[in-house]
């Protein structure tokens, strides 16, 4: 059963926007794939949450997290399968994992926190928190921007993974992006 959390073997590079909500990650997600004419996983837990949010009225529960893991996944070895240059990934497990450590008393389900620390991408590029709030049915801590910020961050750092700070306006993400993921195609 474990499986379904784990990454597929993939041919391509795979980079990862990761950060707070309503720091850009989905725009700059399709800008790079637009740019690299090549694909991009949207964030499941968008769709997941929506949904329930539409039929029950309820927010992100504990219990939501494995599925919403589960589905990113699927998503994304479907669709790394549909590239052999670059995977743009709006988020990975490890995303799920820092909301569910801050929002949830600094817990996480075992199995989330394996695969978020097993799977492996080329580059995360986390974003600032520079970017205008947008409120929406699921975004709910504006207020506390700066500390999710550095949860993302520290998390980053304590986990070893390789990463780029982007900051400024789209079209200076955008450069930055590119600038890096161009490297790594060189590579």
Same mark, same amino acid.
């Given at each position: ?34 740019? $690299?004419?090549?694909?991009?996983? =949207? ?5 997941? #949450? @929506? %949904? ?6 309820? *927010? ?43 929002? $949830?008393?600094?817990?996480?389900? =075992? ?5 978020? #620390? @097993? %799977? ?6 986390? *974003? ?56 790594? #195609?060189?590579?």
């Amino acid at each position: 059963m474990e499986e379904k959390y784990k990454q597929e073997p993939a041919t391509c590079i795979k980079v990862v926007l990761f950060g707070p909500e309503s720091t850009g990650k989905t725009t700059l997600s399709r800008q790079l794939a637009r740019h $690299y004419n090549s694909v991009w996983v =949207p964030e499941y837990a968008r769709e997941y #949450l @929506q %949904n329930k949010w539409n039929n029950e009225r309820r *927010t992100c529960e504990p219990e939501d997290l494995l599925p919403i893991a589960e589905g990113q996944m699927k998503l994304e070895n479907k669709l790394a399968k549909k590239t052999n240059s670059i995977l743009i990934c709006d988020t990975d497990l490890l995303e799920t994992k820092v909301y569910s450590e801050a929002y $949830y008393s600094g817990s996480c389900d =075992p199995l989330l926190k394996k695969y978020a #620390l @097993q %799977n492996t991408y080329d580059l995360y590029f986390l *974003t600032y928190i520079d970017t205008p709030w947008e409120a929406d049915d699921l975004r709910d801590k504006p207020e506390h921007r700066e500390q999710m910020f550095e949860a993302f961050q520290n998390e980053l750092i304590k986990s070893k993974k390789p990463y780029v700070l982007l900051k400024g306006d789209k079209k200076q993400r955008l450069e930055t992006a590119v600038k890096y993921i161009d490297e790594l #195609l060189k590579k």
